[in-house]
């Protein structure tokens, strides 16, 4: 399995992104996917995720109403619109994937323990 985050880059405050993330060895419409972020000395932190039916998606309240996670089943790829970008939103982006299976179809995780799989992260830099 891999993971690659990608569309990240610099942008200002007020701004938008979009990153994706296209696995191989991994069909995201089998898994619920989940977007961290690391911040330089903090922790990873979870951002947003779509639990594996589609049914459901969750946000840290950090990013809550201005982060959306979607997926495209028929391009194998999941997405982070990212809106309203703030400096403190400024990080290394991963997305992940819990092993196969883990957790009921419509039950998003949100601690990084509980994501197999991960990637390379892609940054992105919010100026003011």
């Known amino acids: 399995v891999q993971l690659q985050a990608s569309g990240g880059g610099l942008v200002q405050a007020g701004g938008s992104l979009r990153l994706s993330c296209a696995p191989s060895g991994l069909t995201v419409s089998r898994y619920t996917m989940g977007w961290f972020r690391q911040a330089p000395g903090k922790e990873r932190e979870f951002a947003a995720g779509?639990?594996?039916?589609?049914?459901?998606?969750y946000y840290a309240d950090s990013v809550k109403g201005r982060f959306t996670t979607s997926r495209d089943n028929a391009k194998n790829t999941v997405y982070l619109q990212m809106n309203s970008l703030k400096p403190e939103d400024s990080a290394v982006y991963y997305c992940?994937?819990?092993?196969?299976?883990?957790?009921?179809?419509?039950?998003?995780?949100?601690?990084?323990?509980?994501?197999?799989?991960w990637g390379q992260g892609t940054l992105v830099t919010v100026s003011s």
């Open positions: 992940a994937a819990p092993r196969s299976g883990y957790g009921g179809s419509s039950y998003v995780p949100t601690g990084p323990n509980d994501y197999a799989h």
């Open positions: 779509i639990s594996r039916d589609g049914s459901r998606t």
